[in-house]
């Protein structure tokens, strides 16, 4: 125990830190969202909140990547930590000037999240370089812990320092839970450089996937010169910058300062090499399929889970039996089964075949959970929907990023995490928006009118709410769906476990 608490040391420290910081975070949206519904009672006006603060971070994502790459990973998330304070910080002035609306924290939203574009792979990879590779899973177990610990303390402290100080009162303990995890990040963590020569000796696109796909080794080998940053040809990025260039930035045809010129060059080979980076993170995932389908299943789960956590506010807030007491446990209960859920993954041997416990677990849990909500109308089995539909998560998130981390090179990953966010993340604020919009627009109207004798009235209920009870229904055979389509897809494929583990 001592070997593994001084191998981790560093993880420790920075893992702490930051999920005190998640938390902080975390009350302040739970506590916006009670805000924002309890001022319009619009299920598509509460969801735009996660809209923009999806949409930024999924349209700029594959950018960010390749700027992370290229940033020093400690100061990268600490100025991305500093401006989304500023934000917390805006909206505490708007708060206390009685001038805070809605548009107000949209926008403050979209800045936040474009800033957690930029932190997020930086912070991923930074997890990495100070993880040895035989703790990826228990790393992996510990986050999805802390993670789920959020889950559970969030809501309730949210709701009762909401409910007896104010909305101020939660985002001054969000800035001081910032401060701390600042502090400590800035002043005891001291994350290594990546270091391409050792890593890509480590882990070469071209071992992966042969060992993965069954790849012959030529096609491997055309990977690997594809994939590593260090084998692009000089002609590329001059082909690339000057495909960019119009005449109208050469000096000779538009004069300038000897500054103006140089800073132009600079730009037009930043953005050449940025575009490269792009290149190889989508290359790599092309020529990696197992990884590209099961970004591409994730998408449809997120779109499922994002419509859900679009319809549950509305849900538990419009019940008869439903409060905002009661959201916040029904929420909590959601962290209690990932905490148990984490807590059996970190002492789970390695499956023998982590594909197959990925789309198991979500064809679970998606199949589950809102059925169990739909036909529910007493707050225990709201309670029990949620333990039963996130018990299994933490298995498959321990199970896919043992995936993730094994195959994709530490040179590489803050492009290839920054190219699965794009595709992985951007069904979230669509699925988010469909949820509101089809509990404002269709299925509340249409529950209006059923008969209180009818089929529809028995199964979701009559009055506010009901509605919200039919978009699960809908949500649960949608996930069924698409767990069994990509079930067939991914049972094609294998993934050898690295050697030595």
Same mark, same amino acid.
């Given at each position: 125990?001592?070997?593994?608490?001084?191998?981790?040391? /560093?993880?420790?420290?920075?893992?702490?830190?930051?999920?005190?910081?998640?938390?902080?975070?975390?009350?302040?949206?739970?506590?916006?969202?009670?805000?924002?519904?309890?001022?319009?009672?619009? #299920?598509?006006?509460?969801?735009?909140?996660?809209?923009?603060?999806?949409?930024?971070?999924?349209?700029?994502?594959?950018?960010?990547?390749?700027?992370?790459?290229? *940033?020093?990973?400690? %100061?990268?998330?600490?100025?991305?930590?500093?401006?989304? #304070?500023?934000?917390?910080?805006?909206?505490?002035?708007?708060?206390?000037?009685?001038?805070?609306?809605?548009?107000?924290?949209?926008?403050?939203?979209?800045?936040?999240?474009?800033?957690?574009?930029?932190?997020?792979?930086?912070?991923?990879?930074?997890?990495?370089?100070?993880?040895?590779?035989?703790?990826?899973?228990?790393?992996?177990?510990?986050?999805?812990?802390?993670?789920?610990?959020?889950?559970?303390?969030?809501? =309730?402290?949210? /709701?009762? @320092?909401?409910?007896?100080?104010?909305?101020?009162?939660?985002?001054?303990?969000?800035?001081?839970?910032?401060?701390?995890?600042?502090?400590?990040?800035?002043?005891?963590?001291?994350?290594?450089?990546?270091?391409?020569?050792?890593?890509?000796?480590?882990?070469?696109?071209?071992?992966?996937? %042969?060992?993965?796909?069954?790849?012959?080794?030529?096609?491997?080998?055309?990977? $690997? @010169?594809?994939?590593?940053?260090?084998?692009?040809?000089?002609?590329?990025?001059?082909?690339?910058?000057?495909?960019?260039?119009?005449?109208? /930035?050469?000096?000779?045809?538009?004069?300038?300062?000897?500054?103006?010129?140089?800073?132009?060059?600079?730009?037009?080979?930043?953005?050449?090499?940025?575009?490269?980076?792009?290149?190889?993170?989508?290359?790599?995932?092309?020529?990696?399929?197992?990884?590209?389908?099961?970004?591409?299943?994730?998408?449809?789960?997120?779109? @499922?889970?994002?419509a859900f956590d679009a319809a549950l506010p509305p849900y538990v807030l419009s019940s008869k039996n439903g409060n905002r007491a009661?959201?916040?446990?029904?929420?909590?209960?959601?962290?209690? #089964?990932?905490?148990?859920?984490?807590l059996i993954t970190t002492v789970l041997p390695a499956p023998k075949n982590r594909i197959r416990v990925i789309y198991l677990t979500?064809?679970?849990?998606?199949?589950?959970?809102?059925?169990?909500?739909?036909?529910?109308?007493?707050?225990?089995? *709201?309670?029990?929907?949620? =333990?039963?539909?996130?018990? +299994? @998560?933490?298995?498959?998130?321990?199970?896919? $990023?043992?995936?993730?981390?094994?195959?994709? +090179?530490?040179?590489?990953?803050?492009?290839?995490?920054?190219?699965?966010?794009?595709?992985?993340?951007?069904?979230? +604020?669509?699925?988010?928006?469909?949820?509101?919009?089809?509990?404002?627009?269709?299925?509340?109207?249409?529950?209006?009118?059923?008969?209180?004798?009818?089929?529809?009235?028995?199964?979701?209920?009559?009055?506010?709410?009901?509605?919200?009870?039919?978009?699960?229904?809908?949500?649960?055979?949608?996930?069924?769906?698409?767990?069994?389509?990509?079930?067939?897809?991914?049972?094609?494929?294998?993934?050898?476990?690295? #050697?030595?583990?």
């Open positions: 125990m001592k070997t593994i608490y001084k191998e981790l040391k /560093t993880f420790f420290i920075l893992w702490s830190t930051q999920s005190l910081s998640q938390l902080g975070s975390a009350m302040t949206n739970f506590a916006l969202t009670l805000w924002l519904y309890e001022k319009t009672g619009s #299920a598509l006006q509460t969801a735009l909140l996660s809209i923009c603060s999806y949409a930024p971070y999924v349209l700029t994502s594959i950018f960010a990547g390749a700027l992370s790459d290229r *940033w020093d990973k400690k %100061k990268t998330m600490l100025a991305c930590d500093t401006f989304a #304070a500023c934000c917390s910080v805006t909206v505490l002035i708007l708060l206390k000037t009685d001038s805070l609306r809605p548009i107000h924290l949209y926008i403050l939203n979209a800045v936040s999240g474009l800033m957690n574009t930029v932190q997020q792979p930086a912070g991923e990879v930074a997890m990495t370089l100070i993880t040895s590779e035989k703790h990826y899973q228990r790393t992996s177990g510990l986050r999805s812990f802390s993670n789920s610990l959020v889950t559970i303390l969030h809501p =309730v402290f949210a /709701t009762a @320092v909401f409910t007896f100080a104010g909305m101020d009162s939660v985002i001054s303990t969000d800035l001081a839970t910032f401060a701390a995890a600042f502090l400590v990040l800035l002043c005891f963590v001291q994350i290594p450089p990546v270091n391409s020569s050792a890593c890509a000796a480590d882990s070469s696109p071209a071992e992966t996937l %042969k060992s993965m796909s069954g790849t012959s080794e030529a096609d491997a080998k055309h990977t $690997d @010169v594809s994939m590593n940053e260090r084998k692009f040809p000089a002609n590329e990025a001059s082909a690339a910058t000057a495909k960019w260039e119009t005449p109208a /930035t050469n000096e000779r045809d538009f004069p300038a300062s000897p500054r103006k010129v140089r800073r132009k060059r600079a730009w037009n080979a930043l953005d050449s090499s940025i575009l490269a980076d792009m290149k190889a993170g989508l290359l790599y995932l092309r020529d990696n399929r197992l990884i590209l389908v099961l970004i591409l299943f994730l998408a449809g789960v997120n779109f @499922v889970a994002s009661v959201l916040g446990i029904v929420t909590s209960c959601a962290g209690i #089964a990932t905490l148990a859920g984490s979500m064809l679970f849990s998606l199949g589950t959970e809102n059925f169990i909500l739909a036909f529910a109308r007493t707050p225990f089995w *709201w309670c029990l929907a949620q =333990v039963v539909g996130w018990l +299994p @998560v933490p298995l498959m998130n321990a199970n896919l $990023d043992v995936i993730l981390r094994s195959t994709i +090179p530490p040179q590489m990953q803050g492009r290839v995490y920054s190219c699965r966010n794009t595709l992985q993340f951007f069904t979230i +604020p669509i699925g988010t928006f469909l949820g509101g919009f089809l509990i404002d627009r269709i299925c509340e109207p249409l529950m209006e009118k059923a008969s209180p004798g009818g089929i529809p009235a028995r199964l979701f209920g009559i009055g506010k709410g009901s509605g919200a009870a039919l978009v699960m229904f809908l949500l649960g055979i949608l996930g069924v769906v698409i767990c069994l389509g990509f079930g067939t897809v991914l049972k094609k494929y294998e993934f050898a476990e690295p #050697a030595g583990k």
